[in-house]
């Protein structure tokens, strides 16, 4: 997975907690994409961004829902209130650049109970 | 939004044989890429396609890139058990346009 560090590798948060997952990419790149994947689906975009800017957001809910990748630190994706449709696997992607091959990490799998 | 047709869902075959699985969309794309996922896993690149009619190979993998750009396939030779696995093919839409549109997968499951 070319290095893209994600944690927690799993996570469980109570219905109306927040979840927060953290995303390291490969060190040099300064692209993330955010994606999720429900069982037995193919992942669905939810987010790009570009060290300190949100380039494309067209994917994440509006509502609870808020990434950001700040110059110093990895990329955080929030979900605030969580509902048990929030329950799927999370994955983070880095690039060195747009439009040159996304490195995906090994996703953080939220269960909400 | 778009969306990417992948056949076949599932594949059941023996060790040692050749597995073809394709993917269509309603829309042109600029890049194709090919990803296998292993269960608890991320997606791991195989083939990354950049030009309509281009024809890669990674071992024992071989994709192209159709050449109207609203297609790709992804061939398996001689097939082993560490190819067990889904496959994913992806969609790059446009320059600038750097979000990655997945399809919906080809399970790959090896009979002994």
């Known amino acids: 997975n070319a290095g893209v560090m994600q944690n927690p590798r799993h996570l469980v948060r109570r219905r109306g907690q927040e979840a927060r997952l953290r995303c390291s990419p490969v060190k040099g790149h300064s692209h993330v994409y955010w994606y999720r994947q429900l069982p037995e689906e193919g992942l669905k975009f939810m987010v790009y961004l570009q060290k300190e800017n949100i380039i494309d957001e067209s994917g994440m809910p509006k509502e609870r829902f808020s990434a950001e990748f700040p110059k110093e630190g990895p990329s955080i994706l929030r979900i605030q209130q969580v509902v048990r449709g929030d329950s799927a696997a999370y994955f983070c992607a880095s690039s060195e650049r747009g439009n040159t091959e996304a490195f995906f990490g090994q996703g953080t799998r939220l269960t909400v109970v | 939004g778009q969306q990417l047709n992948q056949s076949p869902q599932s594949m059941f075959i023996q060790e040692g044989e050749d597995v073809s699985m394709n993917c269509t969309s309603s829309s042109i794309f600029n890049t194709w890429l090919w990803y296998k996922q292993d269960p608890g896993e991320g997606p791991v690149l195989l083939i990354a396609?950049?030009?309509?009619?281009e024809l890669t190979s990674n071992g024992r993998l071989t994709a192209q890139f159709g050449i109207t750009r609203k297609d790709s396939f992804l061939n398996i030779s001689a097939s082993i058990p560490s190819d067990v696995g889904i496959y994913f093919c992806a969609g790059q839409l446009a320059f600038g346009n750097e979000k990655l549109t997945f399809g919906t997968g080809t399970r790959l499951t090896i009979i002994p």
């Open positions: 396609l950049y030009k309509a009619g």
